[in-house]
């Protein structure tokens, strides 16, 4: 009999501006690997509950809107970002907002709405591999992950970061704003009762302060070759 083939996971959690999106783009390029951008699925959940005008505190209602929103990944025509369809509006941009992360953390906290968006990630485990990008990818969602990795950075070096990013989109946004969103939206994500941000047990952690991005994917390739 023939064993089932195993395809291998690379996860990569941490909190919002640690680098999991850059590193796991890159890493998933170089390896030829699928890519799982798992926030993108609450970002777009929390999107689609605005957009029909839901109370986002309103269990039953924002369950219903996670089981029934449609959501795509497509590859953008001239190369940039991977366009996400809501329903088949393309909402890339909306959701890359700290008001569409606010929204997504307020809603990734109902484990209704966790439960209706497992089968979908679980989907995305495709030969000839996966690296998976979020919160939960190596405790929860792929426990038996080869490859664990947990990205740190100070909240402050985060903020920096996330600002540079949303200048550069024409964003209006303030450092000190940015950094008190981020912290709460940590806040909550590390204390909510089910899958919390939190490093698995078997992960490697990478404090990324002062720690330029191709270093941080060296790093994270010495995890994958061990
Ligand atoms: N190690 C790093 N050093 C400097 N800038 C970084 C580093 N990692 C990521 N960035 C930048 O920080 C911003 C947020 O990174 P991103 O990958 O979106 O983080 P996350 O997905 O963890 O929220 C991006 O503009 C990215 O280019
Ligand atoms: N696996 C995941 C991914 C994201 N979430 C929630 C919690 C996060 O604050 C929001 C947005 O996640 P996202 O990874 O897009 O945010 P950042 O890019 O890290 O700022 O979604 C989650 O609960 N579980």
């Known amino acids: 009999m023939s064993r089932p083939v195993v395809v291998p996971v690379l996860t990569i959690d941490g909190p919002s501006g640690s680098g999991k999106g850059t590193v796991s783009r890159l890493v998933a390029e170089c390896l030829g690997w699928r890519l799982l951008d798992s926030g993108a699925l609450y970002r777009a959940v929390g999107y689609a509950a605005g957009a029909a005008g839901l109370d986002l505190s309103d269990i039953d209602a924002v369950t219903r809107c996670a089981q029934s929103t449609k959501i795509r990944f497509h590859p953008s025509a ?20 700290e008001t569409a992360g606010a929204a997504a953390s307020a809603i990734a906290s109902i484990p209704s709405v966790r439960q209706a968006l497992v089968d979908l990630q679980l989907g995305f485990r495709k030969a000839p591999g996966l690296v998976a990008d979020g919160r939960d990818m190596g405790t929860v969602i792929f426990p038996d992950a080869a490859y664990k990795v947990f990205l740190t950075a100070s909240a402050a070096e985060r903020a920096k970061r996330r600002y540079k990013q949303l200048k550069e989109k024409g964003l209006s946004v303030t450092l000190s704003g940015l950094q008190r969103e981020i912290e709460a939206r940590d806040a909550r994500d590390a204390s909510r009762a089910v899958a919390p941000l939190k490093p698995a047990d078997d992960a490697v952690l990478v404090d990324t302060t002062g720690m330029p991005i191709d270093e941080v994917v060296a790093k994270v390739f010495a995890v994958v070759r061990s």
């Open 78 to 97: 001239d190369g940039g970002d991977t366009r996400v369809l809501v329903n088949g509006h393309d909402a890339t941009d909306e959701l890359r907002t």
